[in-house]
């Protein structure tokens, strides 16, 4: 498994590869933006440490260039800048999560693994979570064998949560993700919730949509 870290600040970068390299990761590092991404394309990773603010070209813009390549390495980006609308604005241009410097190293890893999960989802194109299927292909769903019938936005905001699985995610997120742009408003979010709901968790013993008071919504198994 090979990952860059682009990352100007020499030792958040040193720490960060040797974490990696504790548990099996191969590192490679830039401190330049543009040279970062130019390896990116060049070589073949598994995933993308990015800071944000980089000298010659931020990591918003490295960003937005491997997803117009049609690149799909997962994206970590490191920032000091720990607004919403940053957040937001990393994953509407890809990135796969976002995390505030200054950050907990176990946090750090802890992401690292979920990204990998989700990146073998991906791949699969089917996800399960429990007795829960979602074929992102088709884009069908069934839970205990029996089919669930979505329209095209309570879909979207299924996979959404459930390609994050474990990761709460705020109404200003689901936001961005689900309606893209969209005019859109947090009581628009509750009300797809509680449909989906309705449909996915009602009948079943287990409930898989949990509401973070204050913050937002997570889909997570009962394993979890």
Request: glycine share 8%; aromatic share 6%; with cysteine.
């Amino acid at each position: 498994m090979r990952a860059l870290i682009v990352e100007d600040d020499a030792g958040i970068s040193s720490v960060v590869r040797r974490g990696l390299e504790s548990v099996g990761w191969s590192v490679d590092t830039r401190a330049d933006g543009r040279k970062g991404l130019e390896l990116a394309l060049e070589e073949e990773f598994q995933l993308l440490i990015l800071d944000v603010m980089l000298p010659s070209m931020d990591g918003f813009r490295i960003c937005e260039e491997l997803r117009m390549r049609r690149r799909k390495t997962p994206i970590l980006m490191l920032t000091a800048r720990d607004t919403t609308q940053d957040k937001v604005k990393g994953l509407d241009l890809g990135a796969d999560d976002y995390l505030a410097k200054p950050f907990d190293f176990d946090e750090l890893m802890a992401r690292v693994r979920a990204l990998m999960r989700r990146d073998r989802v991906h791949r699969s194109r089917v996800i399960h979570i429990d007795n829960l299927e979602i074929d992102t292909t088709q884009r069908t769903v069934t839970r205990g064998g029996g089919d669930i019938g979505l329209s095209r936005r309570e879909y979207d905001l299924l996979e959404a949560l459930a390609t994050r699985e474990g990761r709460v995610l705020t109404r200003e997120i689901i936001q961005e993700v689900v309606w893209n742009g969209e005019p859109a408003y947090s009581n628009n979010v509750d009300a797809y919730i509680k449909m989906l709901r309705k449909k996915v968790d009602a009948d079943f013993e287990v409930k898989l949509i949990h509401t973070i008071r204050g913050v937002g919504y997570v889909m997570r198994g009962p394993e979890a």
